[in-house]
């Protein structure tokens, strides 16, 4: 019997987990994250896989180790957490009025008595925004909801009422898409869902 370990403290991710019917624990990676290349694409995979990795690397036995990552791009550059709430400010309103790229990286690595398989991948989702006003930015930058998050907005917060079009996973946007995981670990013959893996 495989535990299943999400190795990250998101709430947003136990949450689409858990209403995916998974069981599962959570240990977060406190590792630090070493971001090499430029392609969103592949930084989320090599930031899910060093996630997944520093995580497994300290548990013993027959494992199942989610790690997980999301940024968020427009015109090809990387938008990490704001620093401060002025740089909040600033992407959203970059932001606005346009199309910008969610990415997030899944690496799954299961340990079984013989061997150790890794599974990585990606999704990219598009989100479109209204236009909004400076002030609005700023009602929804003083509510301190960006300031932890990718691209400097929660889908799922206030500021989802200026999202004019997604088109892709939403779960992608959240931080996990959790029908992909499901999907792919089908493939491997492993269903996170089994009373097996718990």
């Known amino acids: 019997m495989k535990r299943i370990i999400l190795a990250s403290a998101s709430p947003r991710r136990r949450e689409l987990l858990e209403k995916a019917g998974v069981h599962f624990q959570i ?3 406190q590792g630090e994250e070493q ?9 989320v995979e ?3 896989w060093q996630k997944a990795a520093q995580v497994a690397a300290k548990v013993e036995g027959e494992v199942i180790v989610i790690g997980s990552d999301t940024l968020v791009a427009y015109e090809g ?5 704001p620093h401060d709430e ?3 400010v600033r992407t959203l309103q970059m932001l ?3 199309t910008h790229q969610v990415y997030t990286g899944v690496t799954v690595i299961v340990r079984s008595e013989s061997d150790e398989i890794t599974k990585t991948f990606s999704k990219r989702t598009d989100v479109t925004f209204y236009p909004v006003t400076e002030e609005e930015i700023r009602a929804y930058v003083a509510t301190g909801d960006p300031m932890d998050k990718a691209g ?8 989802s009422v200026y999202v004019k079009e997604i088109c892709g996973d939403y779960n992608t946007v959240v931080g996990l898409p959790v029908s992909t995981l499901i999907w792919e670990m089908k493939q491997m013959g492993i269903d996170l869902r089994s009373e097996d893996y718990v």
């Open 77 to 81: 550059n990387v938008l990490g957490k």
């Open 35 to 43: 971001i090499t290349g430029e392609d969103p694409a592949q930084i």
């Open 46 to 48: 090599d930031l899910s």
């Open 86 to 88: 002025e740089d909040a």
């Open 96 to 98: 606005q009025g346009h």
């Open 27 to 29: 240990i977060p990676s």
């Open 152 to 159: 400097s907005y929660d889908i799922r917060g206030d500021f």
